[in-house]
T-cell receptor, first 113, second 114 residues
Framework: ETGVTQTPRHLVMGMTNKKSLKCEQH?????MYWYKQSAKKPLELMFVYSLEERVENNSVPSRFSPECPNSSHLFLHLHTLQPEDSALYLC????????????FGPGTRLTVT | AQSVTQLDSQVPVFEEAPVELRCNYS??????LFWYVQYPNQGLQLLLKYLSGSTLVKGINGFEAEFNKSQTSFHLRKPSVHISDTAEYFC????????????FGTGTKLQVIP
């Protein structure tokens, strides 16, 4: 498989559930990103990892917990979410954090009920 | 701080007609500029980019954009659209500082009418 993949593609969870989103990149990149895409709002950068080290955390609530076990995999652990957290969550990667181009996965459509 | 403004949230256009999607940015430093396209149920795909040099940038699928520094604009154009161009288009800006951080616009939905 090539590019950036994300699983699951769709997720419905209750506010008391715990779930995880998974991202995998097959591009040999060293930087990975989580974005939140909500309707009528710009993409919001949530987290940035470089060589498995978190280098950016954009004031994201603690109910979102990222994990980067290696440079190819990125997880977003979710717990006690709110309905306003419903959105499309996009993963992206780039060769380095100072690379000008990012490669995006197809996203996970999350609905919190 | 940098910002991106896409004034048009939706642009309907007939098939084979030309289209222009507008993008304005603000930044206190020199920038890189990008257009991304998002087809339904897919992630963002880079359409074209301006890094330096010629202000007219050509991308994939027949799209082009022109960097206008005096007007701080980076409008996207295509002389003749196809049904398959129906998608959402995002303009983005990145400063040229050491740490890469891209700011995206709110997107413009292009609806091509047969």
């Amino acid at each position: 498989e090539t590019g950036v993949t994300q699983t699951p593609r769709h997720l419905v969870m209750g506010m008391t559930n715990k779930k995880s989103l998974k991202c995998e990149q097959h591009l040999g990149h060293n930087a990975m990103y989580w974005y939140k895409q909500s309707a009528k709002k710009p993409l919001e950068l949530m987290f940035v990892y470089s060589l498995e080290e978190r280098v950016e955390n954009n004031s994201v609530p603690s109910r979102f917990s990222p994990e980067c076990p290696n440079s190819s995999h990125l997880f977003l652990h979710l717990h006690t979410l709110q309905p306003e957290d419903s959105a499309l969550y996009l993963c992206a990667s780039s060769p380095r954090t100072d690379s000008y181009e990012q490669y995006f996965g197809p996203g996970t459509r999350l609905t919190v009920t | 701080a940098q910002s991106v403004t896409q004034l048009d949230s939706q642009v309907p256009v007939f098939e084979e007609a030309p289209v222009e999607l507008r993008c304005n940015y603000s930044s206190s430093v020199s920038v890189y500029l990008f257009w991304y396209v998002q087809y339904p149920n897919q992630g963002l795909q880079l359409l074209l980019k301006y890094l330096s040099g010629s202000t007219l940038v050509k991308g994939i699928n027949g799209f082009e954009a022109e960097f206008n520094k005096s007007q701080t604009s980076f409008h996207l154009r295509k002389p003749s659209v196809h049904i398959s161009d129906t998608a959402e288009y995002f303009c983005a800006v990145s400063d040229r500082g050491g740490y890469q951080k891209v700011t995206f616009g709110t997107g413009t939905k292009l609806q091509v009418i047969p």
